[in-house]
């Protein structure tokens, strides 16, 4: 019996690779008689699949859609895409929402040996999209950097930075966000004690560390809305308008209102913080000091060629705002 199991399910494996078999062809790939092979064709009939005949001197068997679904056989990587796809919409609620995504997840887990089920749960628990477009990575690094993320492992690689510059990185990894049609890790980097991105892609050399850490708090703002701030910053392109605003408010206050946004503040011996800010163009630093809270009083402090740019595109923005 284990035999004939193995034998059917190696002729469905054939039939889901091709279009058309002949059946001689398949019989001498699967070293049995034509007899049997139509025994094994009915089998797999009796289970769901649609296999027809195809007449005729170059007659066969192909495999076409029935009316129910039957079982699947998937390779390793199709079974991982798969898992992928499925957080995905149970995440943004498509195909009946995330009770049938996550049920199916759930059957895809139990039917899978051990050394899928980990990168697949790891997957389904960790891998949190962003928006419709969909990242393409290999699915085996996504499950590495997952389980490492599912069991709070500090982890070592190689890293190179968008300019070129290669860095080694020991690193408490989180989530993992798509933006921009790739991967990124959320992680706490323990050389430079904050929290960093990385694009998987650029990512080499993963080396488990086998050493535990303790879960820290997350960025106020959620992991999607700081990778997303992360990933603008490094598109945005050159600056070379330059300044800082001085705010009347702690550091502290200033993060927390300000998320992602205030990583380059630095708190002031005074109490204040110092904002630097910076783009291509004036429009771009009047566009940020529109983020200050209101009621927070702050100093503008920049060259003064720029100083009286910033006034006329105040003074235009005031007769705009006041012309009926």
């Known amino acids: 019996m284990a035999d004939t199991t193995a034998r059917t399910l190696n002729l469905l494996s054939l039939l889901q690779t091709h279009r058309h078999w002949g059946g001689a062809e398949l019989a001498r790939r699967l070293g049995i008689s034509d007899r049997t092979l139509r ?22 068997y192909r495999l076409e859609a029935g009316s129910a679904v039957p079982p699947l056989l998937l390779t390793d990587e199709e079974a991982v895409a798969l898992a992928i796809g499925l957080r995905a919409a149970a995440t943004q609620r498509l195909v009946g929402g995330p009770d049938t995504t996550l049920a199916a997840l759930a059957k895809l887990e139990q039917l899978l040996p051990s050394r899928l089920r980990r990168r697949v749960g790891a997957l389904g628990e960790f891998v949190q999209p962003t928006g419709p477009d969909g990242p393409s990575t290999s699915p085996e690094v996504l499950g590495e950097l997952a389980l490492a993320c599912r069991d709070q492992e500090r982890v070592r690689f190689a890293y190179t930075a968008a300019g070129g510059a290669e860095s080694t990185r020991h690193a408490e990894p989180y989530a993992l966000v798509p933006a921009e049609s790739r991967w990124y890790l959320l992680a706490w980097d323990l050389d430079r004690a904050d929290w960093r991105t990385f694009r998987v892609d650029r990512l080499s050399a993963l080396f488990h560390t086998r050493a535990a850490f303790a879960p820290r708090p997350l960025p106020p703002e959620g992991t999607a809305a700081f990778v997303a701030a992360a990933v603008h910053a490094v598109h945005a392109g050159p600056r070379p308008v330059t300044g800082r605003a001085v705010l009347d408010m702690d550091l502290a206050s200033m993060r927390q209102a300000f998320g ?5 503040a630095q708190e002031l011996p005074d109490g204040r913080t110092a904002w630097p800010l910076s783009g291509r163009r004036v429009q771009d630093v009047v566009f940020g000091l529109s983020w200050i809270p209101e009621g927070v009083r702050y100093v503008l402090e920049v060259p ?10 105040a003074d235009r923005l005031s007769a705009a705002a006041r012309r009926r």
């Open 304 to 313: 003064e060629p720029l100083r009286e740019q910033v006034l006329e595109l």
């Open 39 to 60: 025994r094994d064709v009915e089998r797999l009939r009796e289970l769901g699949y649609r296999v027809d005949s195809v007449p005729g001197l170059d007659g066969g």
């Open 260 to 264: 992602p946004w205030a990583e380059t």
